[in-house]
């Protein structure tokens, strides 16, 4: 199965130069948690996260429609591909800890966004005879290797403690 046979073609995006106001709102209308930014054109830039805004706005001083979107924003991104296999996708998935993946062209142009709730919708239990391209073993795999915990706080010590070497 490809990705492009299960993504979510019409997507909210926002530019690096909004503000996070501006952001909010994108999300608010599009019933979405995540913004991918993409740059005049459409190439994809970073995401954006209900989360990451929630963090720069309880860290900073500052109102919602006085942060930029590129100051908070992801700027190292994984993407896949319309033809890509949905395996590959998943393989990002479970590797990331993200729940959605922004699809792009090859000139890197946002196409469309694949997350768990499509795979979740295209899964199918693998019954004797029948198996499928995309099982709920897949699924439960990408959920479970999402799901693991991070340590952040003790991760940023290791890096802190490394640099100082």
């Known amino acids: 199965m490809k990705i492009q046979d299960i993504m979510t073609e019409t997507v909210k995006a926002c530019h690096p130069d909004a503000n996070l106001a501006e952001a909010v709102a994108l999300m608010w209308e599009g019933d979405c948690g995540t913004l991918p930014v993409v740059a005049d054109g459409g190439k994809l830039v970073g995401i954006l996260t209900d989360r990451d805004i929630a963090i720069a706005l309880g860290t900073q001083n500052k109102r919602p429609s006085d942060i930029q979107v590129r100051e908070v924003m992801a700027g190292e991104v994984s993407a896949c591909y319309p033809g890509e296999e949905i395996h590959g996708a998943l393989k990002t998935m479970r590797e990331e800890k993200v729940r959605r993946l922004p699809v792009v062209s090859d000139e890197g142009v ?11 919708l295209h899964a199918e239990k693998i019954d004797g005879h029948k198996t499928t391209a995309l099982t709920y073993e897949d699924l439960v795999n990408t959920f479970k290797a999402i799901c693991e915990h991070r340590h952040p706080k003790e991760e940023r010590e290791l ?3 490394t640099a100082a070497q």
């Open 159 to 161: 890096s802190s403690k």
């Open 110 to 120: 946002l196409q469309g966004i694949i997350s768990v709730n499509d795979v979740a």
